[in-house]
């Protein structure tokens, strides 16, 4: 009786210890994407409102994002082949916490590799991330991406886990153009008399 029970005891340990080789593995996830923006080197980070971001599931790293137009337009181009692909696999929801708003953008990935873009439009800015396959069973992963709104042209920003946003903010007008707030050489200003 004894070996019967001594026999039992040691199947359900067996048993115990193989139900973990058998749980479903899963590489999909959901993106948690924390944006910040920074309107002064050094200044505040406060919440970039009104972003909002896409996923395309792609073959390779050639992928790109190659103007603020197309960002917005969701176009992403191979610069390799030309080809260009405007119809996102996943599009960015808002999430929130207890009801608030915390300005995390949430993207579901089911796929890899991703090219994931997020586009800040009240600063002309949008960024991109290349990314490849994730751990097993991660349900979710938390990123952040902070728009600099004090730097020009294009820049690196980088990730909790390791992945780099390649980020573009509109370039500085050079010296021979005016800015928006200055007269052009033609316009008389408001102290020049004018020949009348």
Same mark, same amino acid.
């Given at each position: 009786?004894?070996?019967?029970?001594?026999?039992?005891?040691?199947?359900?340990?067996?048993?115990?210890?193989?139900?973990?080789?058998?749980?479903?593995?899963?590489?999909?996830?959901?993106?948690?994407?924390?944006?910040?923006?920074?309107?002064?080197?050094?200044?505040?980070?406060?919440?970039?409102?009104?972003?909002?971001?896409?996923?395309?599931?792609?073959?390779?790293?050639?992928?790109?994002?190659?103007?603020?137009?197309?960002?917005?337009?969701?176009?992403?181009?191979?610069?390799?082949?030309?080809?260009?692909?405007?119809?996102?696999?996943?599009?960015?929801?808002?999430?929130?916490?207890?009801?608030?708003?915390?300005?995390?953008?949430?993207?579901?990935?089911?796929?890899?590799?991703?090219?994931?873009?997020?586009?800040?439009?009240?600063?002309?800015?949008?960024?991109?991330?290349?990314?490849?396959?994730?751990?097993?069973?991660?349900?979710?992963?938390?990123?952040?991406?902070?728009?600099?709104?004090?730097?020009?042209?294009?820049?690196?920003?980088?990730?909790?886990?390791?992945?780099?946003?390649?980020?573009?903010?509109?370039?500085? /007008? &050079? !010296? #021979? $153009? @005016? *800015? %928006? =707030? +200055? /007269? &052009? !050489? #033609? $316009? @008389? *200003? %408001? =102290? +020049? /008399? &004018?020949?009348?």
């Amino acid at each position: 009786m004894r070996k019967i029970l001594r026999n039992m005891a040691f199947m359900a340990v067996v048993m115990l210890s193989l139900t973990g080789c058998f749980k479903k593995v899963t590489t999909d996830t959901t993106l948690r994407i924390k944006v910040l923006a920074e309107k002064s080197s050094g200044g505040d980070r406060v919440p970039a409102e009104g972003c909002y971001g896409y996923i395309y599931y792609t073959d390779s790293q050639d992928w790109i994002v190659e103007s603020f137009e197309d960002a917005t337009a969701k176009t992403i181009t191979n610069p390799l082949t030309g080809e260009k692909l405007s119809v996102p696999n996943g599009e960015s929801e808002i999430y929130t916490i207890e009801g608030s708003l915390n300005n995390y953008l949430s993207i579901f990935q089911d796929q890899a590799p991703a090219l994931v873009v997020v586009v800040y439009p009240q600063s002309q800015m949008y960024a991109y991330m290349y990314r490849k396959a994730e751990a097993e069973n991660l349900t979710y992963t938390y990123l952040t991406l902070i728009f600099h709104s004090w730097k020009n042209g294009v820049y690196n920003e980088g990730s909790k886990d390791g992945y780099k946003w390649t980020v573009v903010a509109p370039e500085a /007008p &050079t !010296p #021979d $153009e @005016p *800015t %928006p =707030d +200055e /007269p &052009t !050489p #033609d $316009e @008389p *200003t %408001p =102290d +020049e /008399p &004018t020949d009348e």
